[in-house]
């Protein structure tokens, strides 16, 4: 039944490692994101997909790499990990039709560590 | 499950006016966090303020305060002195302390009119 759902809940991992996020949403939206949590709380926007085409994307690593394999899949992919990119990982989706303001479905995290 | 709940789907206020936005949530733990976020059109989730479940004292952050009523498991949001830049989609979210679960209301549209 959950709306927007992301795996693994936990990820722990060595440093240098290839790991990735998977998320699905059965809300039939068109727009997807990933949010990253920093250890103060503040969540920022890494990308956006709308019908599995980039739409935002903001200033993150290039080891991360976003795969949208249908507009209900955003996976995200993270190469070669470091101890900065340990964090909370929240997956989102959205209708997608507003230009404003739009309503944000949430996943309930994954918390990365990276050792 | 821990459930986050706004009642208030839409909002207005009068520039200059204050506005309260509500949230209540579900839950069995003790420590918790609870958050207000601002989401612009950008897309980007701002930070407005923060409250630790342990802290009794009601936290505020310039016009920004909040209204925790621990027993009760309430969560308001004041806006005081209204500001046309305070347009946005608010959501209240609730985070375990120990797992970063996090839940997420459905949000609040808030118009400012001028």
């Known amino acids: 039944d959950t709306a927007v759902s992301q795996t693994p809940k936990y990820l722990v991992t060595q440093m240098g490692n290839d790991k990735s996020i998977k998320c699905e949403q059965n809300?039939?939206?068109?727009?997807m994101y990933w949010y990253k949590q920093d250890s103060k709380k503040f969540l920022k926007i890494m990308f956006s997909?709308?019908?599995?085409?980039?739409?935002i994307n903001e200033t993150v690593p290039n080891r991360f790499s976003p795969k949208s394999p249908d507009k209900a899949h955003l996976n995200l992919h993270i190469n070669s990990l470091e101890l900065g990119d340990s964090a909370v990982y929240f997956c989102?989706?959205?209708?997608?039709?507003?230009?404003?303001?739009?309503?944000?479905?949430f996943g309930s995290g994954t918390q990365l560590s990276v050792l | 499950a821990q459930t986050v709940t706004q009642s208030q789907p839409e909002m207005s206020v009068q520039e200059a006016e204050t506005v309260t936005l509500s949230c209540t949530y579900d839950t069995s733990e003790s420590d918790y966090y609870l958050f207000w976020y601002k989401q612009p059109p950008s897309r980007q989730m701002i930070l407005v303020i923060r409250?630790?479940?342990?802290?009794?004292q009601n936290a505020t952050e310039n016009r920004f305060s909040v209204n925790f009523q621990k027993a009760a498991k309430s969560f308001s949001l004041k806006i005081s002195d209204s500001q046309l830049g305070d347009a946005a989609m608010y959501f209240c979210?609730?985070?375990?302390?120990?797992?970063?679960?996090?839940?997420f209301g459905a949000g609040t549209r808030l118009t400012v009119k001028p």
């Open positions: 979210a609730y985070q375990e302390y120990n797992n970063n679960d996090m839940r």
């Open positions: 997909y709308n019908n599995k085409e980039l739409i």
């Open positions: 809300l039939g939206h068109d727009t």
């Open positions: 409250q630790e479940a342990y802290k009794q």
């Open positions: 989102a989706s959205s209708q997608g039709r507003d230009r404003g303001v739009e309503k944000l479905f």
